[in-house]
């Protein structure tokens, strides 16, 4: 059967380093029953697929692509290959470091402080399978496959402070890699896997869409599973220390672990902090004084409140 390839060459890429992701395997602890490579029928046990950001092209599978062809990360179809996700496996875990701190920053949208990417498949309706064609052509249906594991994060890689109740990593939202150009029927500007998508969304409210409309819902985000260190359990959240720069929480190691007794055997693609104005790499700009990332009236307000004012040996 011929397949109609629809991805081209008319993407383009953001502009990303490798800082925005994390940098470090600082332990991998290989569980039993780890997923394979089918294709290869090889263990996905190399933990530095971790690392970097989240998978943009995968193979074909042999059946409905071509195992030669370059096939788009969609929501249906997920990366699979040893050379690029790890497998935690039954009983395992992996602890990844970022070289830098995460905080937890009220100026990331919807709060979300760092995203994992892992392969959850959104169900299609009538068991369509992915063909890298015209994703307005799939419809998906309101449930995915999911391999959820715990996560865990600390700010020494000792003391580890828990997401007991979620969110899970390998779980909602599937990632996506490109934007769909509906009008040109072409795959156009690469997703940002530092935008988190919108927490209120779930896997049933992509019921009825299409593969084009679910990706239009994550509204630029690349997809993957959000963390707001909030979320930690109360007791975990109140432990972490405050970095004295930001005045804010904060954490540099993140594990993902099995969840025992759950046959699930969570795979990781990527860890990612979430961009926005006051972070490590975007400072706040000169002159906004309230720290709300634009310097606008309220900060020349806080200005004018101020003038003149003295505190320590003043004339």
Partial sequence: MAVCVCFTTNVWALDYDSDDFVVEVVEYVEGNNVEIDWILGEPLVDANMALGRPTLETTGDGWSIPLDANVPVVPIYQPFRIFEIVSVGDGGYLTSKFNHRVVDDENNPYGIDFIIFGNPIQWTSGGQM??????????????????????????????????????????????????????????????????????????????????????????????????????????????????????????????????????????????????????????????????????????????????????????
Wanted: aromatic share 12%.
């Fill in 130 to 315: 992915w063909d890298n064609s015209n994703p307005e052509n799939f419809t998906v249906l309101g449930n995915i496959l999911s391999e959820p594991g715990i996560v865990a994060v600390s700010q020494d890689g000792n003391d580890w402070y828990y997401f007991s109740s979620g969110p899970y990593a390998d779980d909602f939202a599937p990632t996506a890699s490109y934007e769909w150009d509906d009008v040109n029927d072409e795959w156009a500007q690469e997703l940002d896997p530092t935008k988190p998508i919108d927490p209120n969304l779930t896997a049933s409210d992509m019921d009825g869409l299409t593969v084009a409309e679910m990706i239009g819902a994550y509204d630029g985000s690349a997809g993957g599973t959000g963390f707001d260190l909030q979320w930690l359990d109360p007791n975990d959240y109140a432990a972490l220390a405050v970095d004295p720069d930001s005045g804010r929480k904060w954490i540099q190691y993140v594990r993902i672990e099995d969840e025992p007794g759950n046959s699930a055997t969570t795979e990781i693609d990527a860890v990612a902090d979430v961009s926005c104005c006051g972070d490590y790499k975007h400072p706040y700009p000169v002159g906004d004084l309230n720290k709300d990332c634009r310097v606008d009236m309220a900060d020349f307000a806080a200005f004018t409140s101020h003038w003149l004012e003295c505190t320590w040996k003043c004339p």
